[in-house]
């Protein structure tokens, strides 16, 4: 870790040396390859959520493979179609909207495409955004209307059950000590590589802090896990970590995300935008974690609440009645509960079969209309001043197809029931109510291939900052191949076997010599493996939204640890001082403060966050009214303020900030910066000081 190191005592110069300091190289955004060129998901999504409906509703009866006559001979159905063009020749022009005939057709420029009308303003536009990015399109093959439901693509990997493994046999048995590390050290010794030396005491200390808890260790807690850094002593953390309530508080933030929480509904006409008790299925989600209930009834109390016998599960309800609304259209909000259900839980991308069978993983469109008459046979009881809950309708929904995802062309009749991949052919229709109890169960059976996969990896992202595979919520096909795949399974089976419990999983994977690993960078590491896949070193993370404003309250020697109730307002003064997951979260106008620092869009499941690296980062931490709050507090904390001298009270703020003392040079150097004289800025050199404390890389990251 750096520590700080300026050479002037100017405060200008302090404030640019925490900027430098605080300032890292952006991580570059997730790709998949598709053809020639990688894509980024958000491009890929785009061109799935944007360009895909539009194309199969309005243009492939004339321009697709399954067209009786191909108009013009132009496929818009593949990759390759729509690069080579028609009768008329090459039909877009990537990166320049305005040259492609594609977009002057649109437009009823040179011709008028759809003939059947103009497609929107805004799908219109979409295109031409589409066009600017490059034309994503995740389509590939002569044939993109094939189903994916060959054989080849139900042996997947993920459609297996997983296999509990023996941990392979190593070279270095001194250093695997837990089959976790077992399997890691047989990687790298596959690859020529050694794993690094153990995490020194503050390092170790500090990570496995923010990441139970979210919040960083006292500068005592430091100081006596330095004295004694024994794996005794490191047990007791973790238990004691595991016990503590801010456990389920930084866990369940973690959950929220792949919920989509919000305490409004998003933009609605004419109604409350508020879910005044959205704040209840938060609070649940924090106490199923702090009491580590199994986690396939955690799954099945969130989409089957009403129908489990436990009434105190009845807000866990909110894991499908808090997304957004819509404008009520009942036919995208059970999209969206289609999506947090499959992406959230299962790892797969159902509601891209919404139109089509699915391109690449054997989903027919069939199953996903199967999905959607279970939650088309679900209703919401409106009871006052209570959770928004769901129940069974009185009259269910006998699902049919919707013909390229129009209700308005009724196809099939189908039933309610899993999906045929995970199932098997021979699935029996869902028998009870709206089927949402048994879809629960299958979900949470241990015969399902995907969940606890979908879980462990989950776990094991948070904790090294990426999953065993890097796509979290996609384990279908077009996702990469499991790291350790061993591994993957070997965990998935321990967490079934041993009842689901996510603790369980957490002490076992905290206490390998893989978790426990030095961050620093090694050359043969580096150029053997970049990205660190194969687990030579721990992966350095700065501290997420959640994470850093809790840290500048602790520091500050305010942080409220009240647990529960109502959503509080956290970006406009007066500053409230309670942990960050209590905030409020407004669908429609998330403050730049989220924003700024990558939370989750609350719009839809968010697999893992966007990590940036931007100035308005620095300049929100050197500007914001809510961070010189927190440092003038620091500044004025009794341990600062009673120190016998100035170089005690530059000590004191370090041990605040940064849980140690400063060196002499350090030292040093505040010392100099607070007798310079007097300072052009508007606020108190010990403020300044303590705000510059607040902005150091080696207070924002974790090692």
Not at 624 to 634: G, W, Y
Request: proline share 8%; with cysteine.
């Amino acid at each position: 870790m750096n520590r700080i190191s300026v050479g002037s005592a100017s405060g200008f110069v302090w404030l640019l040396a925490a900027l430098w300091s605080l300032a890292g190289a952006a991580d570059e955004p997730l790709a998949v390859e598709s053809g020639a060129r990688a894509w980024s998901l958000e491009e890929l999504d785009f061109f799935e959520k944007r360009i895909r409906p539009v194309l199969a509703e309005r243009c492939y009866s004339c321009h697709s493979s399954t067209a009786k006559i191909v108009q013009a001979n132009l496929k818009l159905d593949t990759v390759a179609g729509i690069k080579a063009g028609g009768d008329s020749g090459p039909v877009v022009a990537e990166g320049k909207p305005a040259e492609s005939l594609l977009i002057q057709a649109i437009r009823w420029e040179s011709l008028e495409m759809p003939p059947d009308g103009k497609l929107p303003d805004a799908a219109i536009a979409d295109f031409e955004r589409w066009l600017e990015m490059g034309a994503p399109d995740p389509r590939i093959g002569d044939n993109s209307l094939a189903s994916a439901s060959s054989g080849e693509a139900a042996d997947h990997w993920a459609f297996r059950p997983p296999v509990a493994h023996a941990p392979p046999e190593v070279k270095d048995a001194t250093w695997a000590t837990r089959a976790i590390d077992r399997f890691v050290l047989a990687a790298l010794e596959q690859h020529g590589l050694t794993p690094s030396p153990p995490a020194g005491p503050r390092a170790l200390l500090r990570r496995v802090h923010y990441d139970l808890t979210g919040l960083p260790p006292t500068a005592e807690q430091l100081t006596d896990f330095e004295r004694d850094p024994g794996d005794e002593a490191y047990r007791r953390v973790v238990e004691s970590l595991l016990a503590s309530p801010q456990f389920g508080e930084r866990w369940a933030r973690y959950w929220l995300d792949l919920a989509r929480y919000a305490d409004t509904k998003g933009y609605v006409f004419q109604e409350d935008r508020s879910y005044p008790k959205a704040y209840t299925y938060r609070d649940w989600v924090i106490r199923a974690f702090n009491e580590d209930l199994p986690y396939d009834r955690f799954v099945i109390a969130q989409i089957a609440a009403d129908q489990i016998g436990d009434a105190s599960a009845a807000p866990a309800a909110g894991f499908l009645t808090l997304g957004r609304r819509f404008l009520n259209n009942v036919q995208e909000v059970i999209d969206d509960r289609i999506d947090v259900v499959s992406r959230g839980l299962l790892g797969l991308s159902v509601s891209c079969a919404r139109c089509h069978d699915h391109k690449y993983d054997p989903i027919p469109t069939a199953d996903y209309y199967s999905l959607y008459g279970v939650f088309a046979s679900s209703r919401e009881p409106k009871e006052p001043d209570a959770p928004l809950l769901l129940a069974d309708a009185d009259q269910l929904v006998s699902p049919v197809v919707f013909v390229r995802g129009n209700p308005a062309s009724r196809g099939p009749q189908v039933p309610r029931q899993f999906l045929v991949v995970l199932a098997g052919p021979d699935r029996k229709p869902f028998a009870r109510g709206s089927g949402r109890l048994e879809l629960a169960e299958a979900i949470a059976s241990e015969s399902n291939p995907l969940t606890a996969r979908v879980w462990v990896n989950r776990v094991w992202g948070y904790l090294f900052g990426q999953g065993l595979v890097t796509t979290p919520s996609d384990l279908g096909t077009r996702s990469d191949p499991p790291s350790h795949p061993e591994l993957l399974d070997d965990l998935a089976c321990r967490l079934m076997r041993e009842g689901w419990s996510t603790k369980r999983l957490i002490r076992e994977i905290v206490h390998s010599r893989t978790y426990r690993q030095a961050s620093d960078d090694r050359q043969a590491g580096r150029t053997v493996d970049p990205e660190n896949r194969l687990l030579w070193r721990a992966n350095r993370r700065r501290l997420d939204l959640e994470s850093l404003r809790d840290s500048l309250l602790a520091a500050a020697g305010r942080l409220d640890l009240t647990l529960g109730g109502p959503s509080i307002q956290i970006t406009e003064p007066p500053f409230a001082t309670r942990r960050s997951v209590y905030g409020s979260i407004d669908r429609q106008n998330l403050p730049g403060f989220f924003r700024t620092f990558d939370f989750a869009s609350p719009d839809a499941h968010t697999p893992r966050r966007p990590l940036t690296t931007v100035p308005q980062q620095a300049l929100y931490l050197m500007n914001s009214p809510f961070v010189i709050e927190q440092a003038t507090h620091l500044a004025n904390r009794p341990e600062v303020q009673q120190a016998t001298d100035d170089p005690q009270r530059v000590a004191a703020l370090f041990r605040a900030t940064l849980g140690r003392g400063p060196t002499d040079d350090e030292t040093s150097f505040a010392l100099a910066y607070l007798t310079c004289g007097p300072q052009p800025e508007p606020l108190a050199p010990w403020i300044q000081l303590a705000q510059v404390l607040m902005m150091t890389n080696e207070f924002a990251y974790v090692d």
